[in-house]
């Protein structure tokens, strides 16, 4: 099992930043692949972002390219988000979620169907 939360979330404003951390505990963190995802009201959860088991591999939905950048820091067992150049369109529930990932396997990093844990999320509004 493995436990997940989320902080970090709040209200801004446009062109702001924003860094959303996620704490990880249960099961060893290094073992798992981890992604960033998002609800808007009325939407479908979207990918965000996720990086790989050591970090060393990182990907992004091209709406967030070059303005969020993930990281984790597995002696810390934490996730992060730092999102810059924040628009409107930006605003949702963000969650983390925890992908088991043996030694050459292959998941899905996009499909949150593949991910086994998620957090509850923490809501990110961006006015205008």
């Known amino acids: 099992q493995v436990e997940l939360v989320e902080s970090g979330g709040g209200l801004v404003q446009a062109g702001d930043s924003l860094r959303l951390s996620c704490a990880a505990s249960?099961?060893?963190?290094?073992?798992?692949?981890m992604g960033w995802f998002r609800q808007a009201p009325g939407k479908e959860r979207e990918f965000v972002a996720s990086?790989?088991?050591?970090?060393?591999?990182?990907y992004y939905a091209g709406s967030v390219k070059g303005r969020f950048t993930v990281s984790r820091d597995n002696a810390e067992n934490t996730l992060h988000l730092q999102m810059s150049s924040l628009k409107p369109e930006d605003t949702a529930v963000y969650y983390c979620a925890a992908q088991f990932v043996r030694l050459y396997q292959y998941r899905d990093y996009e499909d949150g169907h593949e991910y086994d844990y998620w957090g509850r999320g923490t809501q990110v509004t961006v006015s205008s």
């Open positions: 990086i790989s088991r050591i970090g060393g591999t990182t």
């Open positions: 249960g099961r060893k963190f290094s073992d798992y692949a």
